[in-house]
């Protein structure tokens, strides 16, 4: 795994001389993504969640996610440490709300927060919208480590809130899935690069097909450059959810 990291993080070459996607063919590219990952109904999956940082012991943290693509709804409930329990997300209308039972309070919070403190964002667990959040241009053809690739960068549409207005994906040729990801302020600094070094799928009843996910996801802080992310996504489950979960009440009482 670490050899894959590695080469994940070293072995992009220098952009062959392949014919460009043209526009059409980038947002098909895009859109395939989106449909690769999309549920067509409901999501469960159990998160394992490493935060590392310079000079302080790594924090370890356990979590829920749900998803519903009628609605775009989405939570994540907290289950460990301790001290997270019954903390969570909820995105109701497009907003995201943040739970914390000490204080019994919900804030509203922005596409830029930190889940759980951590260096993952709300996208990192949610369904890919690529096609819909992002104008794509195409920068070349490339060799990830093993794999033949398609480079492009993509800008954020107007008026379309994310976390980062500039992105640049390496897509596997092959099977369609993401590599690498760069996230860059609207400035033109690099925030974050992800590195996914494996995909799974399962059987969707409700798509009538495959849905892939991400069995990891590897994130680097290009700010404080020693930090770094460890996401473990496992159990995934696409039955159906009971039917009032995503609700601020569900999540309340989950810290009761």
Same mark, same amino acid.
């Given at each position: ?148 690739? #398609?480079?492009?960068?993509? &800008?954020?549409?107007?008026?379309? %809130? =994310?976390? $980062? +207005? ?5 897509? !596997? *040729? ?24 494996? #995909?799974?799928?399962?059987? &969707?009843?409700?798509?009538?097909? %495959? =849905?892939? $996910? +991400? ?5 680097? !802080? *290009? ?29 309340? &009482?989950?810290?009761?």
């Amino acid at each position: 795994m670490r050899n894959l990291i590695f080469a994940l993080v070293l072995c992009t070459a220098a952009p062959a001389l392949a014919a460009p996607l043209d526009d059409a063919a980038m947002l098909n590219l895009l859109k395939d993504i989106d449909h690769r990952q999309a549920e067509n109904g409901d999501y469960r999956s159990t998160v394992f969640i490493i935060q590392k940082e310079t000079d302080k012991p790594d924090v370890a943290q356990q979590a829920v996610v749900y998803r519903r693509e009628e609605g775009q709804k989405l939570m994540i409930t907290f289950e460990q440490p301790k001290e997270m329990t019954g903390q969570g997300y909820l995105r109701i209308e497009h907003n995201l709300w943040f739970y914390d039972p000490s204080v019994g309070k919900w804030e509203r919070r922005t596409e830029r927060e930190k889940i759980g403190g951590t260096n993952s964002r709300r996208e990192d667990f949610d369904e890919s919208k690529l096609a819909e959040e992002y104008t794509p241009s195409f920068v070349g053809e490339e060799q990830v480590g093993k794999y033949k690739a #398609w480079h492009v960068k993509l &800008s954020a549409k107007p008026n379309i %809130d =994310v976390a $980062f +207005p500039v992105v640049e994906l390496w897509v !596997d *040729e092959a099977t369609g899935n993401i590599l690498k990801r760069y996230e860059y302020a609207l400035s033109g600094r690099l925030m974050r690069r992800l590195l996914y070094p494996s #995909w799974d799928k399962l059987y &969707s009843d409700s798509k009538k097909g %495959d =849905v892939w $996910f +991400p069995k990891q996801i590897f994130i680097f !802080d *290009e700010v404080e450059k020693a930090n770094q992310t460890q996401i473990t996504i496992k159990d995934v489950d696409l039955h159906p959810l009971e039917a009032n979960l995503f609700t601020k009440a569900y999540l309340e &009482s989950k810290s009761r």
